[in-house]
């Protein structure tokens, strides 16, 4: 059965058709998470709201529990994941009010906590596709049908923040041939893939980084208004793509998504952490169970 997470910002979560609407709260091992999470259905599918800054945006980037917020995310029966994230532009083909549906990241955070995995109980899961393509090309396809400016594939430079790029950091992110760049997105990603979550990120422009030359003109109702008109766009592509979830689930994913911790685990059975097998009972119960 498909239940689609959704982590985004509040301007998502007033949405229209959303159906047994009500917050509640989902433990997990690894902390507390941003805040409840919005449970409804939308187009008969089940969905989950995750406030990423959580309501009234009180978390910082790089205070954001990522693990738990994944972690909770799995325990509720997430099984595809559809990350919503402002960002700001590498390129000049990509101005204010564009989508990016991402398939790369470059991450450059250094103050988060990585991974489900660690002392006890090891593992290494690929990387090397990140994001899932049935859900990338959903995406893009509904996308081009409401008629959004959108890219089907680019590279997301994750920088820890809070403070934004320096001219030359942004310059260097150029010369790096990425596309947009954020501060949410790693290690979201990384963590829906230990999850064996599907998982796609919309990167959705609201500026153009500090290496254009009209950056420094741009005025803050400016931000402010495409920000508004990015966030309804964001409600469209939810609606839209919803219903193709339901409708579309295949047995098993054909990028791999749900079997990435396949051959992932390196520490042996007998020389595993309990306490921390217990932890991953959510995360990675389909491989550790004997």
Known sequence: MTMLGILGGSGIYDMAGLKNA???????PFGETSDEFLFGVLDG?????VPRHG????HSPTSINYRANIDALKRAGVTDILSLS???SLREDLPPGHFVIVDQFIDRTFAREKSFFGDG???HVSMAHPTCSRLAEIAHDCARTAGFPVKLGGTYLTMEGPQFSSLAESRLYRSWGCDVIGMTNMPEAKLAREAEICYVTVAMVTDFDCWHPDHDHVQVADVVRVLGEN???????VRMVAPRLKAARPEVCPAGCDRALEYALITAPAARSADMAAKLDAVAGRVLKP
């Open 55 to 58: 309501r009234g945006h009180r």
């Open 22 to 28: 009500t917050w509640r709260r989902i433990a997990s």
């Open 45 to 49: 599918l089940d969905v989950v709201f």
């Open 86 to 88: 402002a960002c700001g």
């Open 121 to 123: 109980l090891v593992a």
């Open 231 to 237: 966030a309804e766009r964001a409600k469209t592509l």
